[in-house]
T-cell receptor, first 112, second 112 residues
Framework: DGGITQSPKYLFRKEGQNVTLSCEQN?????MYWYRQDPGQGLRLIYY???????QKGDIAEGYSVSREKKESFPLTVTSAQKNPTAFYLC???????????FGSGTRLTVV | AQSVTQPDIHITVSEGASLELRCNYS??????LFWYVQSPGQGLQLLLK??????LVQGIKGFEAEFKRSQSSFNLRKPSVHWSDAAEYFC??????????FGDGTTLTVKP
């Protein structure tokens, strides 16, 4: 079955360390997105990519970086510059001529 | 800039009762509107979407939503709620560029 796989489901890191969250899709979708979700808040866009080798900053890109070397993969790196990285991170994708997202099951990152 | 407001943070209904979750949006052009549902610790699942045409749209799990341009609203309804409907619900508006803005969510509790 097609879908989006985010790994790991839970991630613990020490403060000051960079960490990379994986997002892989086998839906053949062109666009991919990273959102951050904090308790009681909606989703905030970190980065998005419409095509391979191209990506744009979202509303809260500071302290994060991404790459899009393959259509199916869109990893997110949370750097030490991110002031408050503990959150639930969601990856999503969308087909080129469609609307509405397919989401992964998320990665909960805890920085101690 | 596009925005979404969900006025109700938390709603409690009895099983079997009807449900209406409110959503107001701000968008300069014809909006692409969505409702998603999220179970605890999971990603979001698309319930239904509105692009154009009939203002009453049907979705999965017995949900429907009505688009009212004059009120900038897209309220979600269900005639009879089941205990399994307890979750968090997000309204979203998507731009032509494929970027979605989400409301802060409404948590639904279902009483037996």
């Amino acid at each position: 079955d097609g879908g989006i796989t985010q790994s790991p489901k839970y991630l613990f890191r020490k403060e000051g360390q960079n960490v990379t969250l994986s997002c892989e899709q086998n839906l053949n979708h062109d666009a991919m997105y990273w959102y951050r979700q904090d308790p009681g808040q909606g989703l905030r866009l970190i980065y998005y990519s419409q095509i391979v080798n191209d990506f744009q900053k979202g509303d809260i890109a500071e302290g994060y970086s991404v790459s899009r070397e393959k259509k199916e993969s869109f990893p997110l790196t949370v750097t030490s510059a991110q002031k408050n990285p503990t959150a639930f991170y969601l990856c999503a994708s969308r087909a080129r001529d469609s609307y509405g997202y397919t989401f992964g099951s998320g990665t909960r990152l805890t920085v101690v | 800039a596009q925005s979404v407001t969900q006025p109700d943070i938390h709603i409690t209904v009895s099983e079997g009762a009807s449900l209406e979750l409110r959503c107001n949006y701000s968008y300069g052009a014809t909006p692409y509107l969505f409702w998603y549902v999220q179970s605890p610790g999971q990603g979001l699942q698309l319930l239904l979407k509105y692009f154009s045409g009939d203002t009453l749209v049907q979705g999965i799990k017995g949900f429907e939503a009505e688009f009212k341009r004059s009120q900038s609203s897209f309220n979600l309804r269900k005639p009879s709620v089941h205990w399994s409907d307890a979750a968090e619900y997000f309204c979203a508006v998507e731009s032509n560029a494929g970027k979605s803005t989400f409301g802060d969510g409404t948590t639904l509790t279902v009483k037996p």
